[in-house]
């Protein structure tokens, strides 16, 4: 097992999708929000943010989506600077925000209905999504006849439906009991490798955030104190979270953000 590292002194070799360069930012004049940022994510990779609430989590993933720009530094998409939000991103939040008059499939086509007229090609992939995270005979259900779970599972198909490149996930699954966290992890994890979309996720769970993360970052005062590369094996199963190497990641993180307080 590789040791613990700080990614901010690795230069990957590959093409880096999005990177924030000492970014900051204040939504005030008197306190900055996030100071000194650095972050950078390759396509294809899972990096979770961990952190106290009010550390400034949810301000970096809307800097690193364009729905903030920062007072100083900048963030840099496919290496072009980033001043708003791109087609080839998606995000999925807290509260799944359906359309309690929409059947599933279509809360699902919604980003698409929006631009355009849906094609067969549209409501084949939308099924298809749908059936990858176990919804496949919910499609002509209300939101009102799912559970708290299956509205999640529509949120992420509705988000994955114009296949962007990157999705944000600020604490999606914070209001599931366990299982059901646990089980939209694994299918998570399954569908976006599969259509290798690339994730910064934000949560309070620092055993989530080991489960997920190809990197983990611990956040405080609005500045990433760590961030760790989690060298567990892929795919991942529920197994792991009783395993030695999975004790050491979540034990390393919780320090840190004992240690950042």
Not at 74 to 88: A, I, R, S, Y
Not at 125 to 133: C, R
Not at 173 to 183: G, Q, S, Y
Not at 190 to 196: G, L, R, V
Request: negative net charge; glycine residues 6%.
């Amino acid at each position: 097992m590789k040791s613990d590292s700080v990614i901010a002194t690795i230069e990957p070799k590959a093409q880096k999708l999005l990177r924030l360069h000492d970014v900051w930012f204040a939504y005030t004049d008197v306190v900055d929000t996030v100071r000194n940022l650095n972050l950078d994510l390759l396509p294809g990779e899972f990096h979770c943010l961990v952190g106290r609430s009010g550390c400034g989590k949810t301000s970096l993933l809307k800097l690193a989506a364009g729905l903030l720009l920062p007072k100083r530094g900048e963030v840099l998409w496919n290496n072009k600077p980033l001043d708003g939000p791109h087609n080839d991103m998606g995000f999925v939040f807290q509260r799944p925000t359906l359309l309690e008059w929409l059947h599933v499939l279509d809360n699902v086509l919604l980003p698409i209905a929006l631009h355009r007229e849906i094609e067969t090609s549209d409501l084949e992939k939308a099924k298809d999504l749908l059936q990858g995270l176990g919804l496949g005979n919910k499609t002509h259900n209300k939101p009102a006849e799912l559970s708290g779970g299956q509205q999640s599972r529509v949120a992420i198909a509705r988000a994955l439906i114009t296949s962007p490149r990157i999705l944000f996930m600020d604490e999606p699954f914070a209001a599931l009991d366990a299982i059901t966290r646990e089980e939209l992890q694994h299918d998570l994890m399954e569908i976006c490798a599969e259509h290798k979309t690339t994730i910064l996720f934000v949560t309070h769970d620092i055993g989530e955030a080991v489960y997920l993360g190809d990197h983990v970052s611990v956040m405080d005062g609005g500045e990433i104190h760590l961030t760790l590369e989690i060298n567990l094996p892929q795919p991942r199963r529920n197994a792991i979270r009783h395993s030695p190497e999975f004790n050491h990641y979540s034990a390393r993180l919780r320090r840190a953000m004992e240690e950042s307080a």
